[in-house]
Structures are given as structure tokens and as C-alpha cells.
């Protein structure tokens, strides 16, 4: 397989002009995790509620013992906001929800 097929362009909410290539396998896996656990109302989760409830949802050949999920986590959830398919709830602690 290629380079360019491995991997998947990610955008930053933070950093608009900011592109970075990451494992397209855990990129797919932890977006999937993430989507069926975030709800399609407001005020959504929490990163650790979605966190928890996302885990089981790994495999565990992608993220054995979950390792490096947070970072996955956070990695999806800025290109995802940034492609407007989730969205930041103005609340402290932050919470998500789908669109």
C-alpha cells in the first residue's frame, strides 16, 4: 500500500491552514468510536464521558488496551469540528455533540 492510502489529511479547528497526515486504520476506528457515542442534541459529552463510552467500542487489534486513544480522541474531535460534523457546546467542562 502507499503512503497516501495509509494515511488521512486531519484539519485543527484551532489551526484552520494547519493540515497534518495521520493512520487512516485508528483515524477511521476512533471516528466511528466516537460517532455512535456522541448524541445528535446539545449539550453533548464531555471528552471524558465520550471517552469512556467510546472505548468499548475499539478494536482492540487498532487500540490494544486502549492504548493512545486520548490522543486519537482529540485528534478526531478537532478535524471533526474543523469539518463542521461535530460541534463545541459553549459549556465548561467543553461538551460535543453531532450535527
Not at 490494544?64 to 474543523?82: H, R
Amino acid at each position: 500500500m502507499s503512503r497516501q492510502t495509509d494515511t488521512i489529511e486531519v484539519q485543527n479547528i484551532n489551526a484552520p491552514d494547519h493540515i497534518t497526515r495521520v493512520d487512516r486504520a485508528k483515524y477511521d476506528a476512533m471516528k466511528a468510536a466516537l460517532l455512535a457515542v456522541l448524541p445528535r442534541e446539545a449539550p453533548g459529552l464531555t471528552a471524558a464521558e465520550a471517552k469512556a463510552g467510546l472505548l468499548p467500542h475499539l478494536d482492540d487489534m487498532v487500540f490494544p488496551g486502549g492504548e493512545k486513544s486520548g490522543w486519537w480522541l482529540k485528534c478526531v474531535q478537532l478535524d471533526l469540528e474543523a469539518k463542521n460534523v461535530i460541534k463545541r457546546a459553549d459549556t465548561k467542562p467543553l461538551r460535543w455533540h453531532r450535527v
